[in-house]
Structures are given as C-alpha cells and as structure tokens.
Nanobody
Framework: QVQLVESGGGSVQAGGSLRLSCTAS????????MGWFRQAPGEEREFGAA????????AYGDSVRGRFTISRDNAKNTVYLQMSSLKPEDTANYYC??????????????????WGQGTQVTVSS
C-alpha cells in the first residue's frame, strides 16, 4: 500500500509560481508511474501532468502545457509539479496519483491506483 502526501500549495497572485511536492511511502516509488490532477469545486478531476517511472517522459494537459513542469526524484520518493505563470483558472485542489507497474505515463483518473489527499492552490487576479 502506497501513501502519498502532497505539499507546497498556497495562495499566489496571477503570474506567480508555486512548486508542489508529493512524497510517497510504503512502496517502491521507482516502480510507479506518477501523475498530477486538479479539481475545482463543482468540476470533474482534470489531468494536469504525468511522468514515467524513470522520469524520462513527461506528458501535460492542454491547460497547463508550457507553464507547468513535472519531474521526479526516485532517490527521494518524490514527484514535483513546478507551476509558473499561474492564472486564476488554475485555482483548484491538486492531487498526486500513483499507478503500480505502469510502463508509460497515464492521463486518465481511472488508470491510477493510489491518491493523495490534495493540496489547495489559489490564484488571485
């Protein structure tokens, strides 16, 4: 069983930056494909970014591509989401997710086996 804990959320003005972290415990981190999703009140959970086990291949949702960067440090059991040029529409609860034995990256919510509790990001105009 894998436990995921996100951190780094907060409030920022439009145009600012934040870096989210998600640290895993209870499993072999390097064997999991990882992803970041977000969910605003009243909306469905939306794909943000994903990364393969090695960290070599990232993928991004249309709404964040070019502004967000996903990376991972397998030695630290941590995946990161660097968010830049933030917009008010980026306001949401951000979740990291892990997929066991994933051989690629994954963009769908249903592909993931484990989820963190989320960290809130609020961007003001």
């Amino acid at each position: 069983q894998v436990q995921l804990v996100e951190s780094g959320g907060g409030s920022v003005q439009a145009g600012g930056s934040l870096r989210l972290s998600c640290t895993a415990s209870g499993g072999t981190f390097s064997s999991y494909a990882m992803g970041w999703f977000r969910q605003a009140p009243g909306e469905e959970r939306e794909f943000g970014a994903a990364i393969t086990r090695s960290g070599k291949y990232p993928a991004y949702g249309d709404s964040v591509r070019g502004r967000f960067t996903i990376s991972r440090d397998n030695a630290k059991n941590t995946v990161y989401l660097q968010m830049s040029s933030l917009k008010p529409e980026d306001t949401a609860n951000y979740y990291c997710a892990a997929k066991a034995r994933g051989s690629s990256y994954y963009v769908q919510v249903r592909s993931y086996d484990y989820w963190g509790q989320g960290t809130q990001v609020t961007v003001s105009s």
